[in-house]
């Protein structure tokens, strides 16, 4: 199935939910111009690593900044992803992605599993708990990750394993690790034979600069779209079936002999 994807590429402004609202307002917008099936926008895009504030930012996933998009995806008539704040339950903060679509309607949400110590998150999140495989009406569920999730390839390769042909990924991937960024994005399309969506921001903020370079990457492991270290709203247009062809010609996944992946007796991870 064909679908045209937005990358939203945006520069974060730290603690000013409205002011990236309107942000992601005006890209959805313009995704939608394009004729846009899905729309994507970084991790964390309504407040940034603001995270000592993070219990004054998070509700639960049907009101504040995710009613907002919701809204926006019904106005537009576009599916749209990336993380924010989520209240999960009492005292439990979540880096929360919503996938939300074209009619406003939550197709489904997770939220980040691996909390990234550089960035203090374990000290004010909660880690997510149940991976991230959401139904699509494009023939094949996505698998949706946040960041720091993309060095984690057992979930990935769950998520194909599963059915997923493509994998969402919002990000605030920061320098000096711009070729982990590249480097991974492209492993994990390979090796799952699927599509990767990564969105990252860029801009700076608390001695941090992020590096961009938003992109799509095909499971033949080769660019279809990638940008630079400005914002803006990348567009491409994929076609899902790719995924089959390219796991029809090199057969991984028959291939796989999973009894011998397991760990060793009384040992950890096999080690």
């Given at each position: ?65 995710f009613a907002a998009v919701a809204n926006l995806a019904r106005e537009h008539g576009v599916a749209i992803l990336g993380s924010c704040l989520a209240l999960l339950g009492p005292g439990q903060i979540g880096n929360t992605a919503l996938f939300v679509g074209p ?169």
């Amino acid at each position: 199935m064909k679908l045209t994807i937005s990358l939203g590429q945006m520069d974060v402004r730290l603690g000013d939910p409205a002011g990236n609202l309107r942000t992601v307002a005006a890209m959805t917008a313009e995704a939608a111009r394009r004729g846009s099936d899905v729309v994507v926008f970084p991790e964390l895009w309504s407040t940034g690593y603001d995270l000592e504030n993070a219990a004054a930012y998070a509700t639960p996933t049907d009101t504040g900044i995710f009613a907002a998009v919701a809204n926006l995806a019904r106005e537009h008539g576009v599916a749209i992803l990336g993380s924010c704040l989520a209240l999960l339950g009492p005292g439990q903060i979540g880096n929360t992605a919503l996938f939300v679509g074209p009619q406003g309607q939550v197709w489904g949400e997770y939220s980040k599993m691996h909390l990234f110590r550089l960035m203090a998150e374990e000290q004010y999140l909660t880690a997510g708990s149940r991976p991230g495989l959401i139904p699509t009406p494009w023939g094949c569920p996505a698998g949706v990750a946040i960041c720091y999730d993309l060095r984690f390839p057992e979930l990935l390769r769950q998520y194909a394993l599963q059915g997923a042909r493509l994998l969402f990924l919002p990000a605030e991937w920061p320098h000096p690790r711009l070729t982990h960024w590249q480097t991974l994005l492209r492993a994990r399309a390979i090796e799952n034979q699927m599509f990767v969506v990564g969105c990252n921001r860029v801009g700076s903020s608390k001695g941090s600069t992020f590096c961009g370079h938003s992109a799509v990457v095909d499971p033949w492991g080769e660019l279809v779209i990638e940008g630079d270290e400005r914002p803006g709203l990348l567009t491409a247009t994929i076609d899902t079936a790719l995924a089959d062809e390219v796991r029809a010609r090199i057969p991984v996944f028959a291939d796989r002999r999973p009894e011998l992946y397991a760990p060793a007796a009384g040992g950890q991870d096999g080690v």
